[in-house]
């Protein structure tokens, strides 16, 4: 199973931010969209990822305030990314290393969404349970031997 696979049944809405936006205005964004990060794009160009985490952390070295903080001060700037050809096992095995949450999905320049670690975990247990599935209706199937061995029961 590849990323692009997520992506299509998730969808295309993405929400974006720029990096001179004020972190109010991110987090804001964030709350009325019920989303816990926003890509950050600059001039056409993906340049960071802001997530909860980066804005709890910011708001706790600024004593309980958001202030005049800007998305740029808090983001993280070299997020992992993947392209929508990356296989799951892969992503996931990424995400874990990174303690990462969320990952953009690029296609060359172009972001084409984002996979949160929900997304790819939904989708190894909707794999895995298709698998059961077809095992199961195999072993069901089972042709009986000459001697009229039954299948295995499940």
Excluded at 92 to 113: E, F, N
């Amino acid at each position: 199973m590849k990323v692009s696979d997520i992506l299509r049944v998730k969808g295309s809405t993405l929400f974006t931010v720029s990096p001179a936006q004020s972190l109010q205005h991110a987090v804001e964004t964030m709350a009325g969209n019920d989303i816990g990060s926003l890509v950050v794009m600059e001039y056409g160009d993906l340049v960071g990822m802001l997530t909860f985490r980066e804005v709890i952390a910011a708001v706790v070295k600024n004593n309980g305030q958001l202030g005049t903080l800007t998305v740029r001060t808090v983001m993280d700037d070299a997020p992992l990314t993947c392209t929508p050809e990356t296989e799951i096992d892969e992503v996931r095995r990424m995400m874990l290393g990174r303690h990462a949450r969320y990952m953009p999905v690029q296609d060359g320049r172009t972001l084409m969404g984002v996979v949160s670690f929900y997304d790819v975990a939904k989708a190894v247990v909707e794999g895995q349970d298709f698998e059961n599935r077809m095992l199961k209706a195999y072993i069901r199937d089972w042709p009986a031997d000459k001697e009229g061995a039954e299948a295995p029961k499940v």
